[in-house]
Every structure is written in C-alpha cells, then in structure tokens.
C-alpha cells in the first residue's frame, strides 16, 4: 500500500473523516493470539469485562457443552485483539491460551 | 460634522504606553475572541490592561483565569481548535511551562498569538530581562517576533494575527522584559475599525464543530509523523515571505513597516553588529555612531524575525563586510558558538559558502546594564581585535 505524501495529508495531522479509526485494523500488532477452549468455558463473562478493547464477541445461540446447554458463547474480534493476554490472565478456568502469532 | 470636528476625529491617536500596554490596545484592535492567561512578571500588565478593557466593554472576549501556564496555552490551542481568535502572554518560568504545548499548538497549525517580554530564567531567581526563556521555545515551530519598540510591539501584534491566520502558525512577539515592558514610550494607535478590515475573519478549514466532526490531535505511527511534522517545517519556512507581505500591506494601510531585518548603516558598513531587542540596538546604533567619529565604518543589523531565521539578509549584509559581531542576551550553554543567535548567523552564513569572521558577544544576561562603550568596544575590537571567539562582556572574570 502507497502512503499518502507530504501534500496529500490534512495539515496538522487532523483526521477530517469520522468514524475512520474502524478501518484502522490494530490486530496487526499481536504477536500472542488468544485461543478460546470451548470445552473449558463456564460462560462466566469475566473475559468479556476485562478485555480492554471490546474485542470479545458474545454470541447467542444453542451450544451444548459436556451436557450442558448454554444459550451464548464467546469469540474473538481479531482484527483488534491486540493480544495483551488479560483475558488469558484472568480467566478462571484457564480456557483461554495465548499462542504465538503463525 | 463640521469640517473642523472630521479633522479631529481623523487626528492620530497617540498615547504614551509601556510595551505591555501596547500589546493590550493592539489585542484590544484585533477584537480577540479568547484569553487566557496566569500572571508572571512583566507581562502581568498585559493582562491587567486587557482586564480593564472587558470590564469596561471595550473588548468583548472571554478572559479565562488558569491555574498555570501549561493550562494558559492549552486554553487557547483549545480555543483556537473551535475557531476562536485567542491570545496569552507570560514570561521566564511560565513560558518554559508552557513549552510542551508550544509545539501542541505548531504541530495542530493553530493561528494563537502570544507575547513574550523576555526574562532570565532560574536558578538563581531572576525577575530581569534577557533572552533566555524566549531562545529555548527556538525549535517549538513557532513564528517569532522580537520588537525593538512599543510602536513596533502595537504593530507587530497586529500583523501578527495576519500572518497566523494566513499561514496556519502559531506567532510570538518578543521585546525587551522591563526595559520595554515597562517603559513608557508615545505610541500612534491604528483606527480599530481600519485594523478590523486589515484583519478579517476567515473561515479556517477544519476547526472544532459538531456538525462535521473531526479529529485532532491524533496519534501518528512511525509511517505517519514525519510527514505532518515536516508540513510544520515547510509552513514556517514559508511564512517569511507571507511576514514582509504582511509587514507591505501593514505599512500602506497604517503607515509604518519594519522588515523582517532592520538595518542602520550598513550601506557602507565594515564592520557588523547583529543585535535583537530594543536595548541592544539602541546602543548599538548609538554606538556605530561614535565609532564612525573613530574612523571606524560601523553598522547595524536587528533581527525582527528569529523565526523563520532570516538567512537571505543575514547572508545578503555580512558578505560584504570585514567582520561581524552577534550580541546575544542568552547563552547556548555547552554550545559551540556561545550565543544563540550568533551559532544561527554562523551557520546561516557557512550552509552560503560565506567566510567572514565574527565575534559572539553576550552580554546584558539577567538585565546585566549594557553601555553605548560596551557596544564601540565591540566596533574596535572587530577592526583591531581576535576574531572567532567569544566574548563575555560585562562579566567579572
């Protein structure tokens, strides 16, 4: 991708289109990727408050678990996960794994 | 109206004003939208004066009271990011508070306009004059002005407004702390109505409205930055030429212009002073007087504008000359050139292919009295002297 030049930019680095940032993917800048285990997951919606980014999906549907049914579960946004790893960090049972970025 | 009552109305408004009071009746002109201000000496009567002139209703602006500095140029970036016409002023300690965000308002292209009567800086505590707190804000991409009198402070901070808001720069209007700031000098006032022509309000592209949002003040990666910062570089570069328009068009409006260097006897000059500020060129036009009673061909250079340098006349006097002299009232600690100024003009002349010796002078360092003497020595010393070194004047050694 060619960046615009110097005379092609706003001057004072003003960004005059809002909304913008979304196309900004900062999920470029992981080098560790969280890894749900589904299996491990008690739905307790501790990942989805701590992640700092809003990158946690909820999503709603049927999902039977080791016999259990759950009416949501829980994925990953990333193209903005920046893999800072608190969800990792924090998640009680340990169903979350950082792993290098391939 | 009788012809006689025209006549009178149409007289020319003279009063006497310090520097600072000057700077008041021309904020008072530009009819600003925004001050904001935390007093330290001696620019506190700036504001005073401006205090005075929104109570009476004679300016209607609003004037905010900060807790610092620091909060005085982040009031007026804001300010000027929503469109408004703004102003502040400080001093020594406070305009090195306010340095981060000096380079905030260069970096965001904002028009604010700010003076500086300049003072030392502590340790130890100084409350007097020099160049020191005015030097250190050289790289923040700031416009900047040095006066040499209230005239040229009324006047210079009227085109000031001109020049920020063409450019997109922010500009700062220099002079002498205290032995300007506070005296007394006559000063001709502009008709306000006349300067409010002379200063139109323009719609700036890209200011604070709800209506379009945008963003300012982002962060910018590594792919990103250098870029915008070299926009600010090539503005201010730029804005010499947009300064002597201005300055022109100033001048066939209100009568008076100055130049972006002024000169006194240097048509014939072998010898240079280049000096900054109402003190030092005073003396040293007083000087080159004396010492051309002496046999000696004396001449001087006053830089107006420090920022963008005015290299084109810097390179245009000294290569005729036999040898120069800087007079600096600031010291480029650990420098290789001692003074500021001179380390520019040095430089100025080298990147031209020029090689003329000179002399860097400091003196008047925390109000240090600078003599007429001082300044004819200077004149001998560059005919009979030691060139390229520098020189201590004044100092105790």
Same mark, same amino acid.
């Given at each position: 991708?060619?960046?615009p ?8 680095g ?5 909304g ?19 299996d ?27 016999g ?35 | ?89 400080? @001093?020594?300690?406070?305009? $090195?508070?306010?340095? &981060? ?5 260069? #970096?965001? %292209?904002?028009? !604010? /306009? ?41 006047d ?5 407004y ?14 002498d ?61 730029? @804005?010499?030429?947009t300064? $002597?328009?201005?300055? &022109? ?5 209100? #009568?008076? %212009?100055?130049? !972006? /260097? ?75 050139g ?60």
């Open positions: 991708m060619s960046l030049k110097v005379h092609e930019i706003p001057i004072g003003i960004i005059t289109e809002p913008s940032s979304r196309r900004n993917l900062t999920g470029g800048w992981r080098s560790l990727k969280p890894i749900i285990h589904d491990r997951c008690i739905r307790c919606r501790i990942c989805w408050m701590y992640c700092p980014e809003g990158t946690i999906k909820e999503v709603k549907g049927e999902f039977v678990v080791k259990k049914k759950y009416q949501y579960k829980y994925e990953i946004d990333y193209n903005y996960c920046k893999g800072c790893g608190i969800c990792a960090h924090e998640c009680p049972t340990k169903a979350i794994e950082m792993v290098p970025e391939a | 109206m009788t012809a006689v009552a025209t006549q009178i109305q149409k007289a020319k408004t003279v009063l006497a004003l310090t520097s600072n009071y000057a700077v008041a009746y021309a904020v008072k002109a530009a009819d600003v939208d925004v001050v904001a201000v935390y007093p330290i000496t001696p620019q506190t009567t700036i504001v005073e004066k401006i205090a005075e002139f929104v109570d009476d209703g004679e300016l209607n602006a609003d004037l905010i009271h900060v807790e610092s500095e620091h909060s005085a140029m982040s009031a007026v970036v804001g300010a000027a990011a929503a469109g408004a016409r703004v102003f502040t002023a400080t @001093s020594s300690q406070g305009l $090195e508070l306010m340095h &981060e965000v000096l380079h905030i308002a260069s #970096g965001l %292209r904002l028009p !604010v /306009v700010m003076a500086v009567p300049a003072r030392a800086l502590s340790a130890p505590i100084s409350i007097h004059g020099d160049y020191s707190d005015l030097m250190n804000t050289r790289d923040t991409g700031w416009i900047t002005y040095i006066a040499s009198s209230a005239q040229e402070v009324y210079t901070v009227i085109q000031a001109r020049v920020a808001e063409s450019v997109l720069l922010p500009v700062m209007v220099s002079y702390g205290f032995l300007m700031s506070h005296t007394t000098e006559p000063v001709e006032l502009n008709d306000e109505e006349e300067v409010k022509r002379f200063l139109p309000r323009r719609e700036r592209p890209n200011v604070l409205r709800p209506e379009k949002p945008i963003t300012m003040g982002a962060f910018a990666m590594p792919d990103w930055y250098y870029e915008i910062k070299y926009q600010v570089q090539e503005a201010l570069q730029g @804005s010499l030429k300064i $002597e328009e201005v300055d &022109e068009e100033y001048g066939r409006t209100f #009568g008076r %212009r100055y130049g !972006v /260097v002024q000169t006194y006897k240097m048509e014939d000059a072998d010898y240079a002073i280049v000096a900054y500020g109402g003190a030092s060129f005073g003396n040293a036009r007083e000087a080159a007087e004396i010492a051309r009673e002496k046999g000696i061909k004396a001449g001087v250079i006053r830089l107006r504008v420090f920022r963008p340098f005015p290299t084109s006349y810097i390179v245009k006097y000294l290569s005729g000359v036999k040898a120069f002299a800087v007079v600096d009232r600031a010291i480029a600690f650990g420098g290789p001692g003074g500021p100024v001179f380390t520019d003009v040095a430089t100025a002349l080298w990147m031209n292919g020029i090689d003329v010796p000179g002399i860097s002078v400091i003196h008047g360092i925390g109000q240090r009295s600078m003599y007429v003497e001082d300044f004819v020595k200077i004149y001998e010393m560059l005919r009979d002297g030691e060139k390229n070194k520098v020189v201590y004047m004044g100092l105790r050694l």
